[in-house]
């Protein structure tokens, strides 16, 4: 028995990492107007903050900047606009007037660190952070395009021949919000995020107007899932977590548990086995929550043999 054990454990430990290796954290990356900002240091997130190296942020977004060793302050100017912040300091100088700062300026392993959305803020400069991805779009030029009546904004993005290019949202008639991110030649298309009626969202890779690649979906008050898609469907390996307390971790084809895959119930029971269209089908090991296991055969959900392991 306990060399079933061992072995259902490694089984699981392995699928689990199989199917993690795409959620695995990423380091955050930034975007400028469509082109990626090369950093010689990775961009720290502390709590809701995200701090960037300073003067390669200043650099990619054509800001000038100055910094005075003896204050530990930076002069940034753009434009009618002059900032001064200072390292650890959470009051700054905004045109000669004394401004709050919800997070002070860092000096992190030698490199002077900023909160983005303090410059973001400050410049009124868009910013959009897909938390899934771990990727910041910063974006400017954004303009409003009405819908075809004139009664409301449509969009409000980047456009070329009147048709979102590089960064745009998408509104309803009422002002929410469809979708936010990438786009090309007017087609959803890049990293964004998806906004039903119902609640339900979506953080992730978006091919020709699609939920294509690796991405989160956020099923209201049923539970999230995180993983792979094939034209909109979750497809390839993934993990869905109910709000119950079940789990599933492992392989789907057209978006249903489909192949091998690990099933923990919010009993406590676990099987780990084959899946055909969400149902256990072939060979598997059933862990009971009190210990005991059954390796057996599984027919669309029907167990048809097998035995229980001493």
């Not at 975007?31 to 900002?37: A, K, P, R, V």
């Not at 912040?85 to 860092?106: C, H, M, R, V, Y």
């Not at 072939?282 to 035995?307: D, E, H, L, V």
Request: charged fraction near 20%; aromatic fraction near 12%.
């Amino acid at each position: 028995m306990k060399k079933i054990f061992s072995l259902v454990i490694c089984l699981l430990i392995s699928l689990l990492l199989a199917v993690n290796s795409y959620a695995v954290n990423k380091i955050v990356q930034i975007n400028i107007n469509g082109q990626d900002l090369k950093l010689s240091h990775s961009p720290i997130i502390e709590g809701t903050k995200t701090y960037v190296p300073a003067i390669e942020l200043f650099q990619g977004l054509g800001i000038n900047s100055t910094w005075e060793t003896s204050r530990s302050t930076a002069i940034i100017e753009r434009g009618d606009i002059r900032l001064q912040i200072s390292i650890g300091q959470k009051n700054a100088i905004l045109n000669d007037f004394e401004i709050s700062l919800n997070s002070e300026p860092k000096m992190i392993d030698g490199v002077f660190m900023v909160p983005i959305d303090v410059i973001t803020d400050t410049f009124s400069i868009d910013l959009y952070f897909n938390k899934y991805e771990n990727l910041i779009l910063i974006n400017e030029n954004l303009e409003l395009k009405y819908d075809s009546t004139g009664s409301f904004v449509e969009y409000e993005a980047q456009l070329t021949d009147s048709k979102p290019n590089g960064f745009g949202r998408q509104y309803r008639k009422d002002g929410t919000l469809i979708y936010e991110g990438q786009y090309k030649r007017g087609v959803r298309d890049g990293i964004g995020t998806i906004y039903w009626t119902n609640g339900n969202k979506y953080l992730g890779q978006i091919k020709n107007n699609k939920i294509d690649g690796t991405g989160q979906l956020e099923y209201i008050g049923i539970g999230t899932y995180q993983g792979h898609f094939v034209n909109g469907l979750k497809d390839g390996t993934g993990i869905f977590s109910w709000n119950n307390g079940e789990q599933y971790s492992g392989s789907w084809k057209n978006d249903m548990l489909n192949g091998n895959g690990t099933y923990l119930f919010k009993n406590g029971d676990e099987y780990i086995g084959k899946w055909l269209n969400n149902k256990m089908h072939g060979s598997g090991t059933y862990k009971f929550k009190n210990g005991k296991i059954f390796k057996g055969i599984w027919n669309k959900g029907i167990k048809t043999g097998g035995a229980y392991v001493d």
